[in-house]
Nanobody
Framework: QVQFVESGGGLVQPGGSLSLSCVAS????????VGWFRQAPGKEREAVSC????????YYTDSVKGRFTISRDNAKKTVYLQMNSLKPEDTGVYYC???????????????????RGQGTQVTVSS
């Protein structure tokens, strides 16, 4: 069974940190670009970050540059998103998604990705 499962979300105060993980099962990550997306209440889902198959290329949306770090361990079939200096506007459901047809980050569109997780809630509030 193909699954992409996120974990690590929670409630954190502004300025705090969270580390998200996304584990793949039923397929290998070795040649696949993986993206993180988020959706805030009442807003459209947006691309947050992406990492190429061998981690030689990464993408970050402007609002998270310098605060978020994406990484991956293909042997563990896991992609990570380290989030530091969190702000209330980072609140949302965070999803990971795999682009089966590209080893590099080719798109910021949610529907360009093939395997998508169910999401983990991140709430930044005092």
């Amino acid at each position: 069974q193909v699954q992409f499962v996120e974990s690590g979300g929670g409630l954190v105060q502004p300025g705090g940190s969270l580390s998200l993980s996304c584990v793949a099962s039923g397929f290998a990550l070795d040649y696949i670009a993986v993206g993180w997306f988020r959706q805030a209440p009442g807003k459209e889902r947006e691309a947050v970050s992406c990492i190429s198959s061998v981690a030689d290329s990464t993408y970050y949306t402007d609002s998270v540059k310098g605060r978020f770090t994406i990484s991956r361990d293909n042997a563990k079939k896991t992609v990570y998103l380290q989030m530091n200096s969190l702000k209330p506007e980072d609140t949302g459901v965070y999803y990971c998604a795999a682009d089966l047809f590209h080893y590099y980050c080719s798109s910021n569109r949610w529907h360009a990705y093939d395997y998508r997780g169910q999401g983990t809630q991140v709430t930044v509030s005092s």
